[in-house]
């Protein structure tokens, strides 16, 4: 006669079969678990190698983008930095350019005072750099024969402003009123009226002046040079020296002098 299972077996029975599928259970679970992790980890990798990549390739395309290919006079093929056009930095650009290229003293103008006789303005040019970069970089737009109708009057315009001021710089130089050393401070833009690619500027150099007085001694003075001028600027014309293409009508130098007095700096204005 077949033994009948009593209710305690079976509860026994049923405790080994939970404990054994939870076992299983749990073993699945951790391997889940486990591939999820390591699945993560690879993506991550992943995703970090693909960003590290379009970040090269977003910097190799900045760096592409960042210069536009020019051609000198001479034929060579340059690269050129492409630079931001607000007012804000077309102003300080403008400034830094009047003040590297015609604010110049005695000492500039007579290569450390190895020239002493000044027959004509192009001795001046001849002999600062100063004038001649202000000359080929902000006057100068090329022959005339190859310019428009607008550009050529706008050259022969700022042509007449700069040899009024060389005029001027000789004649302080002949006169022995022109200081020695030209120390600029700092800059200080009164005016600025940018339109499209024109623009009129009003700026003050507050500087500082040292020279020879007749007497044999040294005289040093505070003073302020006030340019007004006039432009136009193309980036797309610019150059390594010249990055927003400007070109300058220097309409207004108001320059200090030497004081015979030695009682302070004293203006000439050379062209209006």
Same mark, same amino acid.
């Given at each position: 006669?077949?033994?009948?299972?009593?209710?305690?077996? !079976?509860?026994?029975?049923?405790?080994?079969?939970?404990?054994?599928?939870?076992?299983?259970?749990?073993? !699945?679970?951790?391997?889940?678990?486990?591939?999820?992790?390591?699945?993560?980890?690879?993506?991550?990798?992943?995703?970090?190698?693909?960003?590290?990549?379009?970040?090269?390739?977003?910097?190799?395309?900045?760096?592409?983008?960042?210069?536009?290919?020019?051609?000198?006079?001479?034929?060579?093929?340059?690269?050129?930095?492409?630079?931001?056009?607000?007012?804000?930095?077309?102003?300080?650009? &403008?400034?830094?350019?009047?003040?590297?290229?015609?604010?110049?003293?005695?000492?500039?103008?007579?290569?450390?005072?190895?020239?002493?006789?000044?027959?004509?303005?192009?001795?001046?040019?001849?002999?600062?750099?100063?004038?001649?970069?202000?000359?080929?970089?902000? &006057?100068?737009?090329?022959?005339?024969?190859?310019? !428009?109708?607008?550009?050529?009057?706008?050259?022969?315009?700022?042509?007449?402003?700069?040899?009024?001021?060389?005029?001027?710089?000789?004649?302080?130089?002949?006169?022995?009123?022109?200081?020695?050393? &030209?120390?600029?401070?700092?800059? !200080?833009?009164?005016?600025?009226?940018?339109?499209?690619?024109?623009?009129?500027?009003?700026? @003050?150099?507050?500087? @500082?002046?040292?020279?020879?007085?007749?007497?044999?001694?040294?005289?040093?003075?505070?003073?302020?040079?006030?340019?007004?001028?006039?432009?136009?600027?193309?980036?797309?014309?610019?150059?390594?020296?010249?990055?927003?293409?400007?070109?300058? &009508?220097?309409?207004?130098?108001?320059?200090?002098?030497?004081?015979?007095?030695?009682?302070?700096?004293?203006?000439?204005?050379?062209? @209006?």
């Amino acid at each position: 006669m077949p033994v009948k299972p009593n209710d305690s077996d !079976n509860h026994t029975k049923f405790q080994l079969v939970l404990a054994f599928v939870q076992r299983n259970m749990l073993k !699945n679970v951790q391997f889940y678990f486990g591939a999820f992790l390591v699945l993560m980890v690879w993506q991550n990798i992943n995703l970090g190698e693909q960003a590290n990549v379009l970040a090269e390739m977003r910097e190799d395309n900045l760096k592409s983008n960042s210069k536009v290919i020019g051609l000198t006079a001479d034929g060579r093929v340059i690269g050129i930095e492409k630079t931001q056009v607000d007012a804000a930095n077309l102003q300080v650009v &403008i400034a830094r350019a009047i003040r590297d290229s015609l604010i110049v003293g005695r000492r500039e103008l007579t290569k450390n005072y190895t020239v002493s006789t000044f027959q004509s303005t192009e001795d001046l040019l001849n002999n600062s750099d100063r004038l001649k970069s202000a000359f080929v970089n902000y &006057i100068y737009l090329g022959a005339p024969e190859s310019l !428009n109708d607008e550009d050529r009057k706008f050259q022969a315009e700022a042509a007449q402003y700069f040899t009024a001021y060389l005029k001027w710089l000789l004649m302080s130089l002949n006169d022995n009123n022109l200081p020695h050393f &030209i120390s600029v401070t700092h800059m !200080n833009v009164v005016q600025f009226v940018p339109d499209k690619n024109r623009f009129t500027i009003r700026i @003050q150099f507050p500087c @500082q002046t040292e020279s020879i007085g007749s007497d044999g001694k040294a005289v040093s003075q505070f003073g302020v040079n006030e340019v007004y001028a006039e432009g136009i600027f193309d980036v797309a014309k610019g150059t390594p020296e010249n990055p927003f293409g400007l070109k300058i &009508i220097p309409k207004e130098m108001k320059v200090v002098e030497i004081n015979p007095k030695g009682q302070g700096a004293g203006y000439s204005t050379t062209a @209006q």
